[in-house]
């Protein structure tokens, strides 16, 4: 017996050993600019949180919305989006636990902690431990977006999202397109943006039977996952729960009401909805606009989808295509979305980036409208939102143009892809 457990145990460490050599041998081969990187990355986040818990308060909801679900599900001992309705799929409970256990007695410092080290991680991870910096591109690229942002970038579910998004596009550059597709998958089970990868793989993938079926066994995994806690139709509540709502006020679609408060337009204005537990817009054709606004995103989708098949039959190059399909994707849900929060910015980050990873051609003007709407936003969120709310002019418009300029991405999107699906365009 003992000889049997010690055999077990010389076979484990080796096992263990197996793994380990290769990646501290890396890790202690890489380059200084590596470190550099990273140094820089580490820096960034420190001064968000710094700067974040310096003033007004854009962690909010991690230290009051986020923490409480925890403890709630603790003191009524069910688990939300399994057996309690929520307002999100239950994988996104995944942060909310693994931030609860690394700090029980500080729950904003274990989502930091958290949050921090799983960029990190990623960051590492794209530049290959040090043996892929020909990436740095990119990672600064995100490195960048994410500083810009603001605070918010690590306050929120979409940190996460982001975090997968990223993690599935290396996997596609990488030609591992099964991985890619779970790891998108995944990242859409905790907020919703990231669904246009799946759309967009749909389109571009050589076997369209293999990529169903592996849609199919991720999504089985998930749901089997949810059923074996205990789940029941609560599962499913993040679909209708979020339908009533109005205009929020940082959506691209409350431009029109935005630049009626500017001209001080009667009736138009920002209210609190204490229901919902956030701002929206008022104002002729609201309610008449949301109500529709679900119909246009599947129409631009639709739209999107069709230039992806035109393009692709044109014999785009699978990477250029997927980037601007994505990217494309990912913009229509945003922009025809009555849904909008400074965080949603991330969306945009995690498309561009795929498109500075493949190199694509014509991303320039992404890649400057991404870092200047990021900016924007930590300007909209927390700087001026007071004045937003107020109505009063600079802080509105500095929130129009933040959502003019996603509007711009989107129509530079539109344009490239479809110049791609014209055969005599894409190949010259």
């Known amino acids: ?71 709630t ?49 990623t960051i590492a991870y794209l530049l290959g431990w040090g043996k892929k910096m020909e990436r740095s591109g990119a990672a600064w690229f995100l490195i960048g977006c994410l500083f810009l942002c603001g605070p918010v970038a690590l306050g929120r579910f979409e940190v996460f999202s982001l975090i997968l998004t990223v ?27 990231p669904v246009a990868a799946l759309f967009t793989g749909f389109v571009v993938t050589a076997n369209r039977r293999k990529f169903i079926l592996n849609l199919l066994i991720g999504t089985v995994v998930i749901l089997a996952i949810g059923f074996a806690l205990g789940g029941n139709s609560s599962m499913f509540s993040f679909v209708g729960m979020q339908s009533g709502r109005g205009v929020q006020i940082e959506s691209t679609v409350a431009i029109f009401w935005l630049v009626q408060i500017l001209f001080g337009v009667v009736g138009t204005k920002v209210y609190y909805d204490n229901e919902i537990l956030t701002f929206q817009v008022s104002g002729f054709g609201v309610t008449e606009v949301a109500s529709i606004m679900t119909l246009v995103q599947f129409g631009a989708l639709a739209i999107t989808i069709f230039l992806g ?66 900016a924007l936003s930590w300007l909209v969120f927390p700087i001026y939102y007071g ?33 791609l699906g014209n055969k005599k365009l894409s190949l010259q």
């Open 309 to 374: 098949f035109r393009a692709k039959k044109a014999g785009v190059e699978i990477n250029t295509l997927f980037a601007w399909i994505f990217l494309n994707s990912t913009l229509d849900l945003l922009v025809f979305n009555k849904v909008g929060s400074p965080q949603y910015e991330l969306w945009v980050i995690g498309a561009a980036f795929a498109g500075v990873l493949f190199g694509t051609a014509k991303w320039k003007p992404v890649i400057w409208l991404t870092l200047v709407s990021s």
């Open 73 to 121: 599900m603790i003191d009524q001992n069910n688990i939300l989006g399994i057996n309690a309705p929520w307002v999100y799929p239950f994988i996104a409970e995944i942060p909310l636990w693994l931030s609860h256990f690394a700090n029980p007695a500080d729950y904003m410092t274990g989502w930091f902690l958290v949050s921090v080290n799983l960029n990190m991680l």
């Open 1 to 71: 017996m003992e000889k049997s457990l010690g055999s077990t145990a010389v076979t484990g460490s080796a096992g263990l050993g197996k793994f380990l050599v290769p990646f501290l041998s890396a890790v202690r081969t890489a380059p200084k600019k590596f470190w550099f990187v990273l140094a820089i990355a580490l820096l960034a986040q420190i001064i968000l949180i710094l700067l974040g818990t310096a003033s007004g308060d854009p962690f909010g909801d991690v230290r009051y919305t986020y923490a409480a679900w925890v403890t």
């Open 167 to 193: 993690l599935g596009a290396i996997a596609l550059w990488d030609s591992k397109e099964s991985r890619s597709i779970q790891l998108f998958n995944l990242a859409t089970w905790i907020k919703v943006a």
């Open 387 to 419: 004045e937003v709310l107020d109505g009063k002019p600079f802080g509105v418009s500095l929130l129009i143009v933040r959502n003019l300029c996603v509007v711009a991405i989107l129509v530079w999107s539109n344009m490239q892809l479809t110049k």
